[in-house]
């Protein structure tokens, strides 16, 4: 488990997240990347966009993420997370944009969902004002 460093508990927490940081799931049960060192939270990263066309328009998709994972989308203003009820799809795909359009020359297919199907999340409150950095993992 997670303690901060005056041996408090952290939680709920759970495992280890992006860059082996813990994974800390907020009140509304999304769950956000922390820097053991300062407490800092952060979501997952910034994802791309992918086309079924050749020229990155028409309709977006983004890779599949963990179900309540929080993270960001190319293009996209905000942090988001995928809806529970959202079904994964495999698509097909012949461009991609992380910013710049890319056109792949051979067909590409992984499991996506549609950016539509996707809710804005609000990264919580800081916690160094419910805990002590840094972190440390124990075995209670």
Same mark, same amino acid.
Do not use: K
């Given at each position: 488990?997670?303690?901060?460093?005056?041996?408090?508990? +952290?939680?709920?927490?759970? &495992?280890? &997240?992006?860059?082996?940081?813990?994974?800390?799931? @907020?009140?509304?049960?999304?769950?956000? =990347?922390?820097?053991?060192?300062?407490?800092?939270?952060?979501?997952?990263?910034?994802?791309?966009?992918?086309?079924?066309?050749? @020229?990155?328009?028409?309709? *977006?998709?983004?890779?599949?993420?963990?179900?309540?994972?929080?993270?960001?989308? +190319? &293009? +996209?203003?905000?942090?988001?997370?995928?809806?529970?009820?959202?079904? *994964?799809?495999?698509?097909?795909? =012949?461009? $991609?944009?992380?910013?710049?359009?890319?056109?792949?020359?051979?067909?590409?297919?992984?499991?996506?969902?549609?950016?539509?199907?996707?809710?804005? +999340?609000?990264?919580?409150?800081?916690?160094?004002?419910? $805990?002590?950095?840094?972190?440390?993992?124990?075995?209670?």
């Amino acid at each position: 488990m997670w303690v901060d460093a005056v041996g408090t508990i +952290v939680g709920p927490s759970t &495992g280890l &997240g992006s860059g082996s940081y813990p994974i800390y799931i @907020d009140a509304n049960g999304f769950i956000w =990347s922390v820097d053991p060192r300062t407490l800092a939270m952060s979501d997952f990263g910034e994802t791309n966009t992918y086309f079924t066309t050749a @020229d990155c328009t028409g309709t *977006p998709y983004v890779m599949l993420m963990l179900p309540r994972q929080a993270f960001r989308v +190319v &293009g +996209v203003t905000g942090t988001w997370s995928v809806r529970d009820n959202v079904a *994964p799809s495999t698509i097909s795909y =012949s461009s $991609f944009s992380n910013g710049t359009c890319y056109v792949y020359p051979y067909a590409n297919s992984t499991v996506m969902v549609l950016v539509s199907d996707l809710i804005p +999340v609000t990264p919580p409150a800081a916690l160094t004002t419910v $805990f002590t950095a840094p972190l440390h993992i124990e075995r209670r």
